[in-house]
């Protein structure tokens, strides 16, 4: 397992940093809810580079850490792994970016390197991982330091706010939409219309696919967003698709969502479960899952998804959609998250 940086050792090189105080949205163990805390500013050794945090995305994998969905790693971790920052200092083996050069920090923030999954080139899977915003401290902070080797250069077409939300919710969207991919689909289904899947959309479209996208019951507001960014149809959840699919992607937290994307799934078609949580899926009969349909789930990203993606919506740009909140207000964006009152994604600015 690689060594987790606690910013003890004496750093080689680091440009000047004016400040040695930070404020930080870290979890709070009991109350559900981030609390405003001032931390040192992480020192960069080794392999790390450390960034002034110009945005950062709020993930619905962050309200799986603060309700304890997923047991702690970490006592008052600081969240966030969506992160676009501008590196302004570099431990003394990290010369992969200049000091000043914009990065994105996802939530693969290390890997071991020799386990059998690393072995097999699916570092995704590796046995000791390192996660940002869980295993170490994320991007709801003014400055966060992560491994260089881990880190994307960012489109410059995208700004920084609409590049957060590229790092988590456009990647494993990526990562789901490419495994669905292998049931060659023209019909795609999208389950769950929140920032992942308003990106997927796009690029789906942009590659020539239909899709249907299936929000919650009622959400009518939703469902005109899913259309203006060229789905071709949209209805809620409860609702029957149109026409057979040829692939689902499952956004949504929701188990039930799983015997409805696979009965509305054509035989020899994908359903993928996207999300790292997933309330209990309810008993189903067989006959959804025969005719060689495949269900399957989607864990983190490799570096191999990053590049590919990044190279993919340079191509064929997406617009992403965000709603912007100051880090302080971090509670806000969660709640509106919860709510699902955001139309696309929630970012915070320092
Ligand atoms: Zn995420
Ligand atoms: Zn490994």
């Known amino acids: 397992m690689p060594e987790i940086h606690t910013g003890h050792k004496p750093f080689a090189y680091h440009a000047p940093m004016l400040t040695t105080s930070m404020f930080s949205m870290t979890v709070d163990s009991v109350g559900h809810k981030l609390l405003g805390t001032f931390k040192p500013v992480p020192q960069a050794t080794d392999r790390d580079v450390v960034v002034r945090v110009l945005a950062c995305g709020v993930c619905r994998t962050d309200l799986h850490i603060l309700d304890g969905d997923l047991p702690p790693h970490r006592a008052g971790v600081v969240p966030g792994h969506e992160v676009v920052g501008q590196i302004v200092a570099r431990g003394a ?35 000791y991982p390192v996660f940002t915003g869980y295993d170490r401290d994320g991007g709801f902070a003014e ?11 960012l489109p410059e077409r995208y700004d920084d706010c609409h590049a957060a939300p ?42 020539s696919q239909e899709v249907y996208a299936f929000t919650q019951k ?13 789905a071709a149809w949209a209805g809620g959840s409860d609702e029957a698709a149109p026409l057979p699919l040829d692939a689902a992607l499952i956004f949504a ?40 349909r495949v269900l399957k789930s989607v864990a983190n990203l490799t570096r191999e998804d990053g590049d590919a993606f990044f190279r993919l919506i340079d191509d064929f740009p997406v617009q992403t959609h965000v709603q912007a909140f100051a880090l302080q207000d971090a509670n806000a964006a969660v709640q509106a998250l919860r709510d699902s009152t955001v139309n696309g994604a929630a970012v915070l600015v320092p």
């Open 218 to 230: 009622g959400d009518l507001a939703g469902q005109r967003f899913a259309r203006s960014l060229g």
């Open 143 to 153: 400055y966060a330091a992560a491994d260089e080797r881990f880190c994307f250069a």
């Open 166 to 207: 590229l790092l988590c919710a456009g990647l494993i969207g990526f990562r789901a939409w490419r495994l669905a991919g292998e049931s060659a689909p023209r019909r795609l289904g999208l389950y769950g219309f929140g920032a992942a899947a308003h990106i997927i959309c796009q690029i789906a479209v942009s590659q």
């Open 253 to 292: 937290p929701v188990g039930a969502l799983v015997p409805a994307a696979l009965a509305a799934t054509r035989k020899g078609g994908t359903v993928v479960c996207a999300g790292i949580h997933m309330s209990t899926i309810p008993a189903f009969e067989y006959r959804l899952l025969w005719g060689e």
């Open 93 to 127: 083996q990290a010369t992969r970016f200049a000091i000043g050069q914009r990065v994105g920090i996802p939530w693969l923030g290390g890997t071991c390197g020799g386990c059998a999954f690393c072995a097999m080139k699916r570092e995704n899977l590796c046995d």
